[in-house]
Antibody, heavy 120, light 109 residues
Framework: EVQLVESGGGLVQPGGSLRLSCAAS????????MSWVRQAPGKGLEWVSV????????YYGDSVKGRFTISRDSSRSTLYLQMNSLRVEDTAIYYC?????????????WGQGTLVTVSS | DIQLTQSPSFLSASVGDRVTITCRAS??????LAWYQQKPGKAPNLLIY???ILQSGVPSRFSGSGSGTEFILTISSLQPEDFATYYC???????????FGPGTKVDIK
């Protein structure tokens, strides 16, 4: 059974940094691209970033480009999101998500999410 | 970037009703479209991918259609567990970001 467990969320001041982790199990982690998706309180879903299975290709949404960095450690089956220069509008639940099969597939498995609150 | 719109943004329906939700893309995305259901406090759940393929385990009352720029999610007979918010998402090759639509909330009449 696929399991994705996010951690690392919390309260941080504007301009601060935070690193999220997503521990994966139940599938061959290195074979799948992985994404981060976020959801601000009471709002819709926003795709944040994707990384290829090998880690060599990464893409970001415009709102986080240049501030967030996605990475992965296949030896630990763990996905990361380094978030720098955080803004109030980055406040959201952050989900990691696994695609069905390939890079451009939708997400058939999601974590439970971790809440990031950016506030002074 | 490809923009997605959904209509309606909110709908009130009764158990047993046939419900349709439309998702429109700002440019041709072929059939690179997925539908998700999200209930309060839960992660989204994949319903439909490639515009019309039912994800394993999803009840057959859910169906999807469309291609190009207009897509429809249909629930043939609304059940109590279907009251939720529904999102479309485009995953067109090389068309980052993989945008989500703004969502359609289906509420009990």
């Amino acid at each position: 059974e696929v399991q994705l467990v996010e951690s690392g969320g919390g309260l941080v001041q504007p301009g601060g940094s935070l690193r999220l982790s997503c521990a994966a199990s139940g599938f061959t982690f290195r074979s799948f691209a992985m994404s981060w998706v976020r959801q601000a309180p009471g709002k819709g879903l926003e795709w944040v970033s994707v990384i290829s299975g090998g880690g060599g290709s990464t893409y970001y949404g415009d709102s986080v480009k240049g501030r967030f960095t996605i990475s992965r450690d296949s030896s630990r089956s763990t996905l990361y999101l380094q978030m720098n220069s955080l803004r109030v509008e980055d406040t959201a639940i952050y989900y990691c998500a696994k695609p069905l099969y390939s890079f451009y597939d939708p997400f058939d498995s999601w974590g439970q999410g971790t809440l990031v609150t950016v506030s002074s | 970037d490809i923009q997605l719109t959904q209509s309606p943004s909110f709908l009130s329906a009764s158990v047993g009703d046939r419900v349709t939700i439309t998702c429109r893309a700002s440019q041709d995305i072929s059939t690179y479209l997925a539908w998700y259901q999200q209930k309060p406090g839960k992660a989204p759940n994949l319903l439909i991918y490639a515009a019309s393929i039912l994800q394993s385990g999803v009840p057959s009352r859910f169906s999807g259609s469309g291609s190009g720029t207009e897509f429809i999610l249909t629930i043939s007979s609304l059940q109590p567990e279907d009251f939720a918010t529904y999102y479309c998402q485009q995953l067109n090759i090389n068309s980052y970001p993989f945008t989500f639509g703004p969502g359609t909330k289906v509420d009990i009449k």
